[in-house]
């Protein structure tokens, strides 16, 4: 059974600072890794997808990288603001679109 | 183009009653997948389907079922809802398999 473990579960830093999230999983044998944000009482907003013959993906600030032999994937934001606060999620997505979630990073960004 | 529709956005009902969740997913994404989110146990897949076909199920009751229709609209529904049952419930589509899932706003469901 796929596990899925964010760390650390909050992360409080000041503005325009560079930071790392992690993400382990169990299972390596995952199709792909997506990260999300979520604002609060809000829905998921997709951030990257990381298929699994990739080993890193950027958007804008965001990095993220893959590493399924050692079963772990970090997203790491350049020059936070305060508009990165949210809970960040990653999601090992398995056979027949099931995406197994951790627990989430709240990130508070502070001015 | 329209992301994601979940409808209604907020629902109270009391124990007992069932209710029916609907979701529109992105034109031309014919999986769609729904999730339950709660404080304790975090997101929890429900179950998936593609092009009508439950394809995968996860570990909750058989109170908790849901279909999908010719044009990929589709619905959940809880019957003899618990007081437990109260959560966010996320939908998600995707063009295919493996693919990058977008999420709706939610349901948010109260049960009293």
């Known amino acids: 059974k796929q596990e899925v473990t964010q760390i650390p579960a909050a992360l409080s830093v000041p503005e325009g600072e560079n930071l790392v999230l992690n993400c382990s999983f169990t299972?390596?044998?995952?199709?792909?890794l997506q990260w999300f944000r979520q604002d609060p009482g809000k829905g998921l907003t997709s951030l990257l997808l990381?298929?699994?013959?990739?080993r890193e993906q950027t958007s804008g600030r965001l990095n993220a990288s893959l590493d399924k032999s050692s079963g772990r994937s970090t997203l790491y934001i350049a020059a936070s603001q305060p508009g990165d606060s949210a809970t960040y999620l990653c999601?090992?997505?398995?056979?027949?679109?099931?995406?197994?979630f951790g627990q989430g990073t709240r990130l508070t960004i502070n001015p | 183009k329209a992301g994601v529709t979940q409808t209604p956005r907020y629902l109270i009902k009391t124990r007992g009653q069932q209710v029916t969740l609907s979701c529109s997913p992105i034109?031309?994404?014919?999986?769609v997948s729904w999730y339950q989110q709660t404080p304790g146990q975090g997101l929890q897949f429900l179950f998936e389907?593609?092009?009508?076909?439950?394809?995968n199920k996860g570990n909750f009751p058989g109170r908790f079922s849901g279909r999908q229709f010719s044009n990929s609209r589709s619905e959940m529904n809880v019957s003899t809802l618990e007081l437990g049952d109260s959560a966010l419930y996320l939908c998600?589509?995707?063009?295919?398999?493996?693919?990058?899932?977008?999420f709706g706003q939610g349901t948010r469901l109260t049960v009293v």
């Open positions: 999601a090992a997505i398995q056979g027949a679109q099931k995406l197994v």
């Open positions: 389907y593609f092009s009508e076909t439950q394809r």
């Open positions: 990381i298929q699994s013959s990739q």
């Open positions: 998600a589509s995707s063009l295919d398999i493996p693919a990058e899932a977008f």
């Open positions: 299972d390596s044998a995952i199709y792909n």
């Open positions: 034109s031309g994404h014919r999986s």
